[in-house]
């Protein structure tokens, strides 16, 4: 299996312009998790899907940020418009639900994003 | 709500010493524990979970850890590391009864001397 996909690997970008984050999630894997981890809040959970349906999103930063998951494969993550602040590893990991809390997560190797 | 304590940012070891990265927990039911494991510039990856059973649990790479409930701690041990061992070390909970929800650790920098 390839694992967790993500891209693009790195990203700058202007204040103010929007961002664009994608995931594929591990075939047959249903539930699927963004996080942003920076060195003063370590790693945060974003928001999470289950069976393509948003359960979690208390995590969110705020209205700028949105993430969709139209189907199993893919998922994404915007932030319109970016800021400075937004500079960060953003993560997308991806497990199997039935076993609930106790699955593992697989996580993807990250997207860097620097916002000038 | 659960919280992760781990008490050590940075741990410098020398090659083919033992160590410990230590971790706490704090949930008010009981927990599922976890060690992930985060190389330079990849994801995270599971070195070992602690779900039920024995206390001690053997991971990858060597690792174990050992749930104490008494203490809610959950350390992580290895008798001698090696240079690829140098990597960060996130202790994490997760809620028996809730959804996949995990609470990550701020990390432990491990750096191993040759």
């Known amino acids: 299996d390839a694992g967790v996909i993500q891209s693009p690997r790195h990203e700058v970008t202007e204040m103010g312009q929007e961002v664009t984050l994608r995931c594929k999630p591990i075939?047959?894997?249903?539930?699927l998790f963004w996080y942003r981890q920076t060195m003063m809040r370590g790693l945060e959970l974003l928001i999470y899907?289950?069976?393509?349906?948003?359960?979690?999103d208390s995590g969110m930063p705020e209205d700028r940020f949105s993430a969709k998951m139209p189907n199993a494969s893919f998922s994404t993550l915007k932030i319109q418009p970016s800021e400075p602040r937004d500079s960060a590893v953003y993560f997308c990991?991806?497990?199997?639900?039935?076993?609930?809390?106790?699955?593992?997560?697989?996580f993807g190797p990250g997207t860097r994003l620097l916002v000038l | 709500a659960q919280s992760v304590t781990q008490l050590d940012s940075q741990v410098p070891v020398f090659e083919e010493a033992p160590v410990e990265l230590r971790c706490n927990y704090s949930?008010?039911?009981?927990?599922?524990l976890f060690w992930y494991v985060q190389y330079p510039n990849q994801g995270l990856q599971l070195l070992l979970k602690?779900?039920?059973?024995?206390?001690l649990v053997k991971g990858i790479n060597g690792f174990e850890a050992e749930f104490n409930k008494s203490q809610t701690s959950f350390h992580l041990r290895k008798p001698s590391v090696h240079i690829s061992d140098t990597a960060e070390y996130f202790c994490?909970?997760?809620?028996?009864?809730?959804?996949?929800?995990?609470?990550f650790g701020t990390g432990t920098k491990l750096q191993v001397i040759p």
């Open positions: 990991a991806s497990s199997l639900a039935s076993g609930g809390a106790r699955e593992t997560q697989y």
């Open positions: 075939s047959g894997h249903n539930s």
């Open positions: 899907f289950n069976n393509n349906v948003p359960i979690d």
């Open positions: 949930s008010s039911v009981s927990v599922y």
């Open positions: 602690y779900l039920s059973g024995s206390t």
């Open positions: 994490a909970v997760s809620d028996l009864g809730g959804y996949q929800k995990v609470t």
